[in-house]
């Protein structure tokens, strides 16, 4: 029986733990991690499935598309099931706008993905845009899933659990450490290889999010200069204060920060920003009316919406993905396989089960070398 550890219980760690017990039922999976649910950064994610090629290195395109493809059938596939609410995931309509043109003659930038994948994918005419009162150049409408991440995290966890998965909650100081109790590692720490690692290359780039309930508010909009809202719908209890990862303004607008609990049955996030290298995890008022006040500059029916919190997290971000495997040598305890997997920046979600897919892929082929060589 392979024993195999999966570091880190964020979407990234969690779907890959889930995949390596589809493809290895009879392994013994372990997911050890110092923060689970609610104190993980994917539970403040918005979980808009948009990607854009552009955003990622020119050699790494052809894995992250087949992620991209992977990850899209299994969203979809959960958003038209009966699994809809308990994992989560809706489909939404909506519209993205740019002050640059996001369909080219180049077929592996840009949203030719999202093209291919969204429902009813296309250009919107310079006359409505006029018309929808956008100062903006171009426009596109399509139909996409949305992740509620909370959810998401809960029912995944749940699935490996309920797998025989057993949880460890605790931080590792060196890989070598776990070479004694496990066959494979598979390393999905985030921002935490800094120290785990050493690596360096890999950066925070902090995001500051606001939740409002307006239920009437039905579709996603989604601009190039970072104005974005995303319908949540049914979302169940969620603390408003956790440690280190994310923490939330009150729900009262006003100059005061207080903390505490809150229960969001219906939500829509607004953001947002995107700051390279800013650690601190303080939430900040005049960012947060900054958010707002450009958001109900384009849709003043947002005036008024009940404030229900704030969002602050750390996207653990690298020029390039790390996905490659490392044989660490661990003296007298022997070799250790660790399979690198981090480094997803603020595409986690919609990453994450098409690198969990391919993780466990790898670990699978790891468990069959290490077999035949016995």
């Known amino acids: 029986m392979s024993r195999i550890a999966v570091i880190g219980a964020g979407a990234i760690g969690l779907s890959s733990a889930v995949n390596i017990q589809k493809l290895l039922p009879n392994a013994k999976v372990t997911i050890i991690a110092d ?11 918005g ?12 050699e790494d395109r052809q894995m992250v598309s087949q992620w991209l493809r992977n990850s899209w059938k299994f969203y979809n596939g959960l958003a038209q099931s009966e699994k809809a609410d308990d994992s ?13 043109p996001m369909l080219s003659s180049q077929k592996d930038r840009l ?4 093209a ?6 296309h250009q919107i005419k310079e006359e409505d845009l006029k018309k929808m009162k956008l100062n903006y150049q171009y426009g596109y409408n399509f139909t996409t899933v949305i992740t509620q991440s909370p959810k998401y995290l809960t029912w995944l966890t749940r699935k490996f659990q309920e797998a025989g998965g057993n949880t460890i909650n605790k931080r590792v100081q060196n890989l070598q450490e776990l070479a004694i109790e496990f066959d494979f590692v598979v390393n999905c720490c985030g921002l935490a290889a800094q120290e785990l690692v050493n690596d360096k290359s890999i950066h925070p780039v902090k995001g500051h999010l606001v939740m409002v309930q307006a239920p009437w508010i039905k579709n996603f909009f989604l601009s190039d200069d970072d104005i974005y809202l995303v319908p949540h719908k049914a979302i169940w209890m969620h603390t408003a204060i956790v440690l280190c990862t994310h923490a939330s303004i009150s729900h009262q607008r006003t100059k005061s920060l207080k903390y505490g609990v809150i229960v969001i049955n219906d939500k829509l996030i607004i953001g947002g920003t ?12 005049a960012t947060r009316e900054r958010i707002l006040s450009r958001a109900e500059a384009l849709f003043p029916q947002l005036k008024g919406a009940k404030l229900l919190g704030d969002w ?45 897919v391919d993780a466990a892929n790898v670990v699978k082929n790891l468990s069959t070398a290490s077999k035949s060589r016995l």
Request: proline share 4%.
């Open 35 to 45: 923060k689970f649910g609610n104190d993980t950064t994917s539970n403040g994610a």
């Open 47 to 58: 979980g808009f499935f948009r990607p854009n090629l552009d955003d990622f290195y020119i």
């Open 88 to 100: 989560g995931h809706t489909l939404v309509s909506g519209t993205v706008v740019h002050n640059t």
């Open 111 to 114: 949203y030719s993905l999202l």
């Open 116 to 121: 291919e994948l969204a429902y009813d994918f």
């Open 274 to 285: 995107r700051e390279k290298g800013n650690y601190n995890l303080t939430p900040d008022l």
């Open 312 to 356: 602050v997290g750390l996207r653990p971000a690298r020029q390039r993905i790390r996905f490659e495997t490392e044989i660490l040598d661990c003296g007298r305890k022997g070799k250790l396989p660790v399979l690198h997997n981090y480094g997803h920046g603020g595409h986690g979600i919609s990453l994450s089960w098409g690198s969990g």
